[in-house]
């Protein structure tokens, strides 16, 4: 089983409505958890990033995180062709050994808006 | 600043040969980490550096070999290329490992072909 699984894409939606994208994560202790994303050809940039249950909302974008479910989501309002990319879920291991501190991302999923 | 940049962009090699990848950073950050990316499956931790004068292995570490050869660089080298790296890199540094919800900033990566 993967340490952190992302809904399998691509995940097409129309311009002006909600794209949502969810991430299940295995290591119960985690406690940050980022989304990034990656334009096609280039290096993954932060959007997010979320430590505490609930919401967390910037602009546009809006994490989500449920500790006792394990999963943590990121919904994008009003979605624009410019967000098409790949989106990144990252989860950073507060387990013991040599797994601490260190990231562990999902496969991404591919997200695009059509006009 | 330049952020995080990572030489050569591109590369191709012939199974058996080696190479190095340079990555340096100029943000006084403490931690660089070493990433592959292939198709499907999200980034994946090579080696990483928490402080300089330490490294250690990621998931992937067989076949690779690092070093940090100051605080601003990290250098990722193959002694025997084999097809099985073919991959985009990723270098990344982040302001310190562990629990805090740091960002990591990642360069340009390099796209590396082994025939």
């Known amino acids: 089983q993967k340490e952190v699984e992302q809904n399998s894409g691509p995940l097409s939606v129309p311009e002006g409505a909600i794209a949502s994208l969810n991430c299940t994560y295995s290591d119960r202790g985690s406690q940050s958890f980022f989304w990034y994303r990656q334009y096609s050809g280039k290096s993954p940039e932060l959007i997010m990033f979320i430590y505490s249950n609930g919401d967390k909302e910037d602009g546009r974008f809006t994490a989500q995180l449920n500790k006792a479910s394990q999963y943590v989501s990121l919904l994008i309002r009003d979605s624009q062709p410019s967000d098409s990319a790949t989106y990144l879920c990252a989860v950073k291991s507060e387990g013991g050994g040599t797994s601490y501190g260190k990231l562990t991302f999902g496969q991404g999923t591919i997200l695009t808006v059509h006009p | ?115």
Request: aromatic share 10%; net charge positive.
């Open chain 2, 1 to 115: 600043n330049a952020g995080v940049t990572q030489t050569p962009k591109f590369q191709v090699l012939k199974t058996g040969q080696s190479m190095t990848l340079q990555c340096a950073q100029d943000m006084n950050h403490n931690s660089m980490y070493w990433y592959r990316q292939d198709p499907g499956m999200g980034l994946r931790l090579i080696y990483y550096s928490a402080s300089e004068g330490t490294t250690d292995k990621g998931e992937v570490p067989n076949g690779y070999n690092v070093s940090r050869l100051n605080k601003r660089e990290f250098s990722l080298r193959l002694e025997s290329a084999a097809p099985s790296q073919t991959s985009v890199y990723f270098c990344a540094s982040e302001r310190a490992s562990g629990k805090l919800a740091n960002e990591q900033f990642f360069g340009p990566g390099t796209r590396l072909t082994v025939l």
